[in-house]
Each structure stands twice: as C-alpha cells, then as structure tokens.
C-alpha cells in the first residue's frame, strides 16, 4: 500500500522560505515520476514541480528560480524548498507520484497521478 505523507507547512511573511517533505511508503520515489501540486479555494490543483525517475526536474514558470525540488535518498523523502514566497504562493501543497517515468513538460495533469499524500498548507503573508 502507498502512503504519501507531507509535512513543512506554515505560515511565513513574504519573502520567507519553507521546505515541504513529502515522506513516501510503499513507493520507491527514487524510480517513480513525483510532483509537488498546490490548490487554493475554487481553483483546479496546478503542478508546481516535478522529479522523473532519472533526476531530471522541471517547474511551472511562476516558481522557476525560487523552488528546488530534490530528494532524500536515505529517507526516501521528497523535498520542496521554497525561497522568496509570495503571498500567490498560498495553498494546499500536495505531494503526488505515478508511473516510472513521465513528460517533464507543464502544465501537469493531476489525473495522471495515481498517489496523493493529504496536503500541507502553506501560507504566505505581506
């Protein structure tokens, strides 16, 4: 069984930094497609970041330079370090994993994505 579990949320000034874990079992992320999503209120969840199984990431263009998605080989944990947040960046931050490999392109597809973890929220204020 495949269990996703996200931590590191809070609540942080503009400016500020976090870094999300998402800590998976049951799942090796180290050769699975995993991605960070976020959601707000009345929005459709959006992908923020993405991880292949080779190690190549890529990122939606409003995060480009200020998050960096990386993994934990020993803990088998994936992070998301955010830097410079601004209040847009206020969401659900959701961990999500698929298949082996995946399009690095965005926008991401969140149906494609069979594992979820249950959210972080983040927030950002002025």
Known sequence: QVELVE?????????GSLVLSCAASGLDSSNHC????????GKGRE??????????TNYA???????????D???NILMLRMNNLEP???AM???????????RSFPLHHSTYAYWGQGTQVTVST
């Not at 263009?61 to 993994?71: D, P, Q, T, Y």
């Open 34 to 41: 995993m991605a960070w999503f976020r959601q707000v209120p």
């Open 47 to 56: 992908g923020v970041a993405l991880r292949n199984s080779d190690g190549k």
């Open 73 to 75: 080989n020993d803990k």
């Open 7 to 15: 931590s590191g949320g809070g609540s942080v000034e503009a400016g």
């Open 88 to 90: 847009d960046d206020s």
């Open 93 to 103: 931050y959701y961990c999500a994993g698929r298949g082996t490999t995946c399009d």
């Open 61 to 71: 263009g409003f995060v480009k330079g200020r998050f960096s998605i990386s993994r």
